[in-house]
């Protein structure tokens, strides 16, 4: 009995220690930085921007992106096109999804 209750805290353990972390773009339609894919304040934990900015350089490469056509301003809510500026100088860890809902585009 001790064995299986070590095996499933180890187990449950092992889900924490890899759990992805979901950011929404919150850069606008010009965004920080000139809509900059690698500015960490462009992606936020919560929608509305109250949440965590996206480690810089880049997060993690678990990162989920979400671009949500419902709000991508943040604080203050927007919509229209985003054109996201991916650098080829900059190194970016791409996330392990992207993610384009809501009408977003």
């Given at each position: 009995m001790k064995r299986l209750i070590l095996f499933f805290t180890l187990?449950?353990?092992?889900v924490f220690i890899y759990a992805q972390t979901t950011y929404y773009w919150v850069g606008g339609t010009t965004g920080t930085s000139g809509s900059n894919f690698?500015?960490?304040?462009?992606?936020?934990?919560n929608i509305n921007g109250t949440g965590t900015t996206r480690t810089t350089p880049t997060g993690a490469n678990t990162d989920i992106l979400i671009v949500d056509g419902t709000n991508i301003g943040g604080l203050t809510p927007t919509t229209g096109t985003v054109t996201i500026k991916v650098s080829g100088s900059s190194t970016i860890l791409i996330?392990?999804?992207?993610?384009v809902v809501n009408n977003g585009s």
């Open positions: 187990l449950i353990s092992s690698a500015t960490g304040s462009n992606w936020n934990t996330s392990s999804q992207l993610k």
